[in-house]
Every structure is written in C-alpha cells, then in structure tokens.
C-alpha cells in the first residue's frame, strides 16, 4: 500500500531519487574517511586513526536515516555499491600520499560539496515538493557535516 502522507506520488518519487543520491553520497564518504582510519601514516598516527574512526562512525546513522527516508516516502533505497557509485557526485580517487593532511584536505572538499548540495534542496523539498519533513531532515544532516567539516578544517590551521 503506497503512503498517503499528503505529498503527491510525484513529488515523493522526485524526493526519493534526490535522496538516493545523497546516500550514495554518505556512503562513498564514509568509505573514504574508513580508509583514512585504515591507512594514516606519519608522527600523528594514533591521534588521526582515532580522530578518523570517529567520524565514520557517525556516517551509520546518516546513511541508516537517509535509507529510512526513502522507505517512508514509499520508495525502495539504493543498496549495493554499483548503485552508489552510479549515483554519487563525490569521486573515490585518493591523494598519493597517506599522510593526515591530504586525507583531511580530500574529506573536507566531500563534505562541503555535500552540505552544499543538501543546503541547494532544504528550500527545494520544502517548496517544490510540497515535503518539511525532508527539508527539516536534510537540514540537520546539513548541520551535522557542518560539524564535521568544521573539525576537519581546523586540524589545517
């Protein structure tokens, strides 16, 4: 039985597919800074692999939510890796070097194209879509890679 939450078929399909793409997002940055925890080397290593390991663990709410979402809305989510990585806009490449400051530097570039990304939908979900709901979620996902993002610009300073 689909949803009769008040939001068209239309318009939840269209939100599901955006965030479809916003899990593929989550999930190809959580695999980035899993491999960050992995692979940090140099004098500061405990302290990123720690400082590492708890960012990602953040990702497994962000990525469970999103999912959610998408079921509530009606849709079925994205789950393998083929579909996040067709659906993603961040890339996998890697900097050469596994040292802190190239990894933090390529983590926070993915989090701020992701926050800038759910800030371009906040509105759009809201006035578009006719969905506060996923506009009020997508604004504190926003603000918790604002977080993150903030803690990974200042080990740069």
Do not use: C
């Not at 405990?46 to 953040?58: G, I, L, N, V």
């Amino acid at each position: 039985m689909k949803p009769n939450i008040g939001i068209t078929d239309k318009n939840r399909q269209a939100v599901a597919n955006q965030l479809s793409k916003f899990l593929a997002d989550e999930y190809v940055l959580y695999t980035k800074t899993r491999n960050a925890h992995w692979n940090i080397e140099g004098g500061d290593f405990y302290d990123k692999h720690k400082f590492f390991e708890s960012q990602f663990e953040q990702f497994d709410e962000f990525i469970d939510s999103i999912a959610e979402r998408i079921r509530t809305l009606g849709h079925y989510a994205p789950a393998t890796l083929k579909s996040f990585l067709s659906l993603t806009h961040l890339t996998e490449v890697a900097s050469e070097k596994n040292d802190s400051k190239g990894f933090i530097k390529e983590l926070l570039l993915d989090h701020e194209s992701i926050i800038i990304h759910f800030r371009e939908n906040i509105t759009r979900f809201a006035d578009e879509f006719k969905d506060l709901g996923t506009s009020d979620f997508i604004t504190g996902l926003m603000e918790a890679h604002e977080k993150m993002a903030w803690f990974l610009r200042s080990h740069l300073k």
